[in-house]
């Protein structure tokens, strides 16, 4: 399977030290997982005892109405800004050339 994997990673443009340095951690990391016990001494957190927001946008004068609203419900409130500066400044990618595309890797 590491074969297969390799030849198809190395078909498609990735350099060889991404591969094997890939491969490499991922095994070790399945070693390492199926030696170590899991342990059951610290318990994942009941969705019961997570805390709920509301998330509001905040506008000045009404917004301090919810919080008190909140604070009776024992809920916490988050405000959401809503001019944002995205709408003006925009980032614009510089295309490279074709030749420049070798050993990139995208991450998604």
């Known amino acids: 399977n590491i074969s297969i994997i ?3 990673l190395s078909s498609n443009g990735y350099p060889a030290n991404f591969i094997f340095n890939t491969i490499t951690s991922r095994v070790k990391r399945l ?3 199926q030696s ?3 342990s059951t001494s610290s318990p994942l ?3 019961s005892s997570t805390q709920a927001f509301f998330v509001i ?3 000045k004068g ?3 109405h919810f919080r008190d609203i909140a604070c009776k419900l024992n ?8 001019n944002k500066l995205n709408c003006f400044i925009k980032t614009h990618k510089d295309s490279l050339p074709l030749d ?4 990139v890797v995208y991450k998604m």
Request: with cysteine; hydrophobic share 35%; glycine share 0%.
């Open 100 to 103: 420049c595309h070798t050993n």
């Open 36 to 38: 170590v016990p899991p």
């Open 62 to 64: 009404v917004s301090e």
């Open 45 to 47: 957190p009941s969705p």
């Open 31 to 33: 070693i390492h997982n």
């Open 57 to 59: 946008p905040y506008i």
């Open 6 to 8: 390799s030849e198809i």
């Open 75 to 82: 809920k916490s409130l988050a405000h959401v800004v809503l």
